[in-house]
């Protein structure tokens, strides 16, 4: 049986894998990330976008935010060993995010219907709140990677 490489670290979330556009440490856009689990549910942590991740100069990109939404919601899902994807994507900027600054996450699941599961981030600065994601999640069976040609260095990312 393989090992998630998320659940390895008591309560810490590791890389996906090395390439990952978002957490991977061989991505020139890695973003620092610090997750973790506080329970056996949803994950906390910090998250810090800088200079390779703006937009308005010193401001981030709402597309970079919107990706680091994107992987925290499937770190909530991966850990608990759920194969999805996701099929819609909402992010809600409520102020702005500066290069630099870190920031809190929390993330948890909101809904589970069937095989959609709704997972919100939230993610806030010194000051407070500053974005809110929504992940629509739809669960997807093995073929869904084996019939694009990939295989277990996919499907095996996903835990058991
Ligand atoms: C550890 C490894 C690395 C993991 C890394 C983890 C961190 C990074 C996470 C990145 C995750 C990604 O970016 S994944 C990559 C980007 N996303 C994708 O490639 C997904 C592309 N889309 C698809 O493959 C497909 O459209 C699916 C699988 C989402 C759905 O197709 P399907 O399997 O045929 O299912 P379908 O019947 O259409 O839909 C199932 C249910 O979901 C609903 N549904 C489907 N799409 C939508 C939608 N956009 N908005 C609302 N609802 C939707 C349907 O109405 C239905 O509801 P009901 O009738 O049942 O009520």
Do not use: N
């Amino acid at each position: 049986m393989s090992t998630s490489p998320e659940t390895t670290i008591a309560g810490a979330l590791t890389p996906h894998h090395d390439r990952c556009f978002v957490c991977g440490p061989c991505s020139p856009a890695q973003v620092e990330l610090d997750l973790r689990c506080p329970g056996e549910e949803g994950i906390v942590g910090d998250v810090v976008l800088d200079a390779r991740h703006q937009g308005v100069p010193g401001i981030a990109h709402g597309g970079a935010i919107a990706a680091v939404v994107d992987e925290i919601a499937g770190s909530v899902l991966t850990r608990l060993g759920v194969r999805f994807v996701t099929a819609s994507l909402t992010t809600t900027y409520h102020a702005p995010v500066m290069t630099g600054e870190r920031l809190t996450c929390s993330a948890w699941i909101e809904s589970t219907v069937g095989r959609k599961r709704t997972v919100v981030v939230e993610l806030a600065g010194a000051a407070g709140r500053v974005v809110t994601g929504r992940a629509l999640c739809v669960d997807v069976p093995e073929e869904h990677f084996t019939r694009l040609g990939l295989g277990s260095e996919v499907t095996d990312l996903f835990g058991r």
